[in-house]
Nanobody, 123 residues
Framework: QVQLVESGGGLVQAGGSLRLSCAAS????????MGWFRQAPGQERAFVSG???????YYTNSVKGRFTISRDNDKNTVYLQMDSLKPEDTAVYYC?????????????????WGQGTQVTVSS
């Protein structure tokens, strides 16, 4: 099973930017759909963005136009560029991978998860 390690979180002021990275182990990274989820205190983990094995890209409405997902299959890495950050973007961000099916918003369809990275946006 693929192993995922996120990095790039931190503290940033509202309007600032961060880029999250998720490095995956294994030689079949290009076969995986990849996703980013986030979980704020007291809330359920929620879909943020996904990129399919064929390159299809999806965003939740609240981040459209501000976040950009990309992948580099040569580096086994998926990225989430986050611009124009808002305090409500504060959460632990998780990288996820799924081999079967397509990108999906339901957390229980994803097969592997990273440990999470904290993003805090101050007002």
């Amino acid at each position: 099973q693929v192993q995922l390690v996120e990095s790039g979180g931190g503290l940033v002021q509202a309007g600032g930017s961060l880029r999250l990275s998720c490095a995956a182990s294994g030689r079949t990274f290009s076969s995986y759909n990849m996703g980013w989820f986030r979980q704020a205190p007291g809330q359920e983990r929620a879909f943020v963005s996904g990129i399919g094995r064929s390159g299809g890209i999806y965003y939740t409405n609240s981040v459209k136009g501000r976040f950009t997902i990309s992948r580099d299959n040569d580096k086994n890495t998926v990225y989430l560029q986050m611009d124009s950050l808002k305090p409500e973007d504060t959460a632990v961000y998780y990288c996820a991978a799924k081999l079967r099916g397509l990108v999906a918003v339901a957390t229980d369809t994803w097969e592997a998860w990273g440990q999470g990275t904290q993003v805090t946006v101050s007002s």
